[in-house]
Each structure stands twice: as structure tokens, then as C-alpha cells.
């Protein structure tokens, strides 16, 4: 599974990137506006950070416009992903931007009904929003096992990027249905590297690597 970090945030992003675990990027108006940069130059930076595809909202809601601003979004880097909204609109633009090659992600996706019409249009990628289907009293999970299964059925190549991810067992659970990608916080993917007894273990063992007064690099 691919691990892309959900934030605009660059300090956050040249951290993760540097364990080279990190496969991506995703950012929406909501991040861009917390960070507080300006949209294309914050979106080239962090393209020139990861090797991966970097997710870039469009924020018009009629084709025309989407396809005016994914232009201009799509020079800024070869790994710039235009991210859509699951809408006939975005749909069909993401169905315009595949097929000339361009990576499409299609956002704010909510049921596998709406998941099947993305694959439909080509998406290379759609994001299921797990977090707020939990939020709303539906199963996130449940929803990305919906996809998984219906896109097998018919082996479509859209991605399943699992979004909107609050915590490490919506990481755990992704991982075990078979989701391609999923995109956290930076806060969610580090606490995976966590484990009270990995912690305590290393305690031991320095505990006891003293006792022996030696050292590896002499
Ligand atoms: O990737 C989509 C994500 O940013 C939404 O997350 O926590 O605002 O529901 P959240």
C-alpha cells in the first residue's frame, strides 16, 4: 500500500520524505488555506520534494472552468494529479485529463456507486472519504471494501486512495482490504512507527549495552 501525506505542510513533508517511505502527496483548498501559502507556489515546492503524484483541487464547479485551471495546474510539475470532485462536471473532466495522460484524482467520494462511475471516467486514483462516512454514523471501511470488490469484478486500474484518514486503525484496516493508497496527516503516519515496547525495549537494551562499557564505533 501507498502511503501519501494529507497536508500542504512543507516541514511536515521534507520529514516524511526523508525516511523514504513517503509515495505522495494530497492537499485540498482546506490544507492550502491552513498553511497559508500561496496555492502554486506551495504545490511546486512540494513537487520538487516528492517523486510521486502531488494532488492539486481544482476549485471551479463547471467543466470549462475545471479544464481552464487544471492547465494551468498541470505545468507546474510532471507529478502534479488534478484532483476533481465527484460531480458530472468533474467527471468529465477527468475523463477529458486521462485521456491525454494526465493524472486524475476524484475527490469526496462517498459511496461505491459514485466509485464505480469515477473508475468508469478513468480516474487514476478516487478518494473515499473514511473519516467523515464515521462521522456521518456509516462505516468508512465498509465502503472501501465496496470498492475493492466491484473493482475487481471488472479489474478496473482506478486506485482506491483511501482519504480523510483519522487514525491508525483506519490505516491498518486499508492495508488489510487491499486499498492501493492511503493519505494521512502527518501526525497519523508517524504514530504508525510507534509501539510501547519497541520504546521499552530499546530502554532495556541500552541498559544493558552500559553494563558492558563498550562501544561499536571506536
Ligand atoms: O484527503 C481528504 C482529507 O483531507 C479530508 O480529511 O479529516 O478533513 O475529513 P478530513
Known amino acids: 500500500m501507498k502511503f501519501f ?4 505542510e512543507i516541514d511536515d513533508i521534507r520529514e516524511l520524505a526523508a525516511t523514504g517511505l513517503l509515495d505522495g502527496v ?12 500561496d496555492f502554486m507556489e506551495v504545490t511546486k515546492e512540494i513537487c520538487g520534494i516528492v517523486d ?13 472552468t475545471m479544464m481552464k485551471e487544471a492547465e494551468i495546474l498541470r505545468k507546474l510539475a510532471d507529478n502534479v494529479c488534478i484532483k ?6 468533474g467527471l468529465k473532466t477527468c ?40 462521522d456521518n454514523g456509516f462505516d468508512g471501511m465498509e465502503l472501501i471494501s465496496d470498492i475493492r470488490l466491484i473493482y475487481d469484478n471488472y479489474d478496473f486500474e482506478t486506485e ?16 488489510r482490504i487491499g486499498a492501493d493508497v492511503m493519505t494521512a496527516p502527518p501526525a497519523v503516519i508517524k504514530a504508525l512507527f510507534k509501539h510501547v515496547l519497541t520504546d521499552k525495549g530499546i530502554e532495556g537494551f541500552l541498559a544493558d549495552w552500559a553494563k558492558t562499557g563498550q562501544s561499536i564505533i571506536r
Open 5 to 8: 501525506a494529507d497536508t500542504a
Open 26 to 37: 494530497t492537499t485540498n483548498p482546506s490544507l492550502i488555506a491552513k498553511s497559508g501559502r
Open 52 to 64: 510521486g503524484p502531488v494532488s492539486a483541487e481544482v476549485v471551479a464547479l463547471d467543466h470549462e
Open 84 to 89: 476533481v470532485p465527484l460531480t458530472i462536471d
Open 95 to 134: 475523463r477529458a485529463l486521462t485521456g491525454d495522460g494526465t493524472m486524475v484524482n476524484v475527490t469526496l467520494c462517498f459511496s461505491a456507486n459514485q466509485a464505480l462511475l469515477a473508475a468508469k471516467a478513468g480516474a487514476t486514483f478516487v478518494s473515499p472519504f473514511v473519516g467523515r462516512h464515521d
Open 160 to 175: 482506491i486512495l483511501v482519504a480523510s484518514v483519522r487514525h491508525v486503525t483506519h490505516v491498518l484496516e486499508s492495508a
